[in-house]
């Protein structure tokens, strides 16, 4: 197991005291409580470079970003883990409407089932993005800010714990647990499905499955809409600059989205919702495009990626194919 990435304490700086107070104040706790906490917090030197956006001159690639995910040992570990807790995939799609394959989806991306959850502890990790996050980021201000937001959930979590428990760990962005939720998302979203009376992602993947629905849920998925389309391109009436300027917000009807060019067969023309043009970059190859519906959005609100979105949705279906085999 990989060791925990270790710094040097923050301590009492005026920066460090500023937040602490602030923290305190929002989320109703103890100032000295977390004013101990921020000052012992360790700065992570190496943390911020790791969320600054990658070179423009590096080409999105879908195919080789896919080849990552949907892979023979991730689709059998989904197999296995389906097959170990089926009943709780089915009691989730039954109360939430999910499907188990984008709860298994999500999973297998996030975590390998569990195999992976991150070895920063996370209040090192969300407090070095909180008082250190790097200004030449495109959107410093923003991130930085919610660094600090997350920080304030992930302070009430902690005192939450009982005595003694062991730091948590995670991702150095601070996710947590077998579906990386971040500190605010298991405040808000994190649910007890198993009924133990404790909420526990970390441990316990009943937890995790329950989870995961229930965010798709609370965010709008829709039971029984599929997540996309295949698309063609009538090329004598393709308007794609107008198709791509929503990104991947559904924002067309069928008969818009046809009368802009884009051939939809026969199922996806009874679509009752609004549709986007999703675009795939393939390297200097030529991109993939499909019709992204309302539910596509939804994987989108896990993680802002039209390609993170694909590889759930594929690898969910890879492993509801495995599994009927």
Not at 123 to 145: G, I, N, S, V, Y
Not at 311 to 322: H, P, R
Request: hydrophobic share 40%; with cysteine; net charge neutral.
């Amino acid at each position: 197991m990989p060791r925990a990435v270790t710094g040097t304490p923050f301590g009492t700086t005026p920066e460090v005291v500023k937040l602490a107070d602030t923290l305190a104040q929002a989320h109703q706790l103890p100032p000295a409580w977390v004013r101990l906490q921020l000052s012992n917090a360790q700065q992570l030197r190496g943390l911020p470079k790791l969320v600054m956006p990658p070179p423009v001159s590096v080409p999105k690639n879908w195919r080789a970003y896919r080849e990552r995910f949907i892979e023979p040992k991730r689709i059998n570990a989904g197999v296995n883990f389906w097959n170990t807790y089926r009943s709780a995939l089915d009691k989730a799609q039954a109360v939430y409407g999910v499907p188990a394959e984008m709860v298994v989806g999500i999973l297998g991306v996030e975590t390998f089932y569990g195999q992976h959850m991150g070895h920063y502890k996370v209040l090192d990790a969300l407090t070095t993005l909180a008082l250190c996050f790097p200004p030449e980021h495109p959107r410093a201000a923003e991130r930085q800010a919610f660094f600090q937001s997350e920080l304030g959930y992930f302070l009430v979590q902690m005192r939450q714990q009982p005595a003694g428990t062991a730091p948590i760990k995670g991702s150095f962005a601070g996710a947590m647990g077998w579906p990386q939720f971040m500190p605010s998302s298991w405040a808000k979203f994190a649910v007890d499905f198993d009924g133990d009376g404790r909420i526990d992602l970390l441990n316990n993947p009943l937890d995790a499955i329950g989870s995961v629905a229930h965010y798709f849920q609370a965010f709008g998925w829709q039971t029984g809409m599929p997540t996309h389309y295949p698309v063609k391109f009538d090329e004598a009436k393709l308007d794609k600059p107008t198709l791509l300027a929503p990104d991947i917000l559904p924002s067309f009807s069928v008969r818009n989205f046809q009368d802009k060019g884009v051939v939809l067969d026969e199922v996806a023309q009874q679509h009752p919702g609004p549709l986007a043009l999703v675009e795939l970059f393939n390297g200097d190859d030529a991109p993939s495009y499909v019709a992204g519906t309302e539910n596509f959005y939804v994987v989108t609100r896990y993680n802002w990626s039209s390609y993170y979105a694909m590889a759930v949705i594929e690898l969910g279906a890879a492993v509801k194919a495995a599994m009927r085999d």
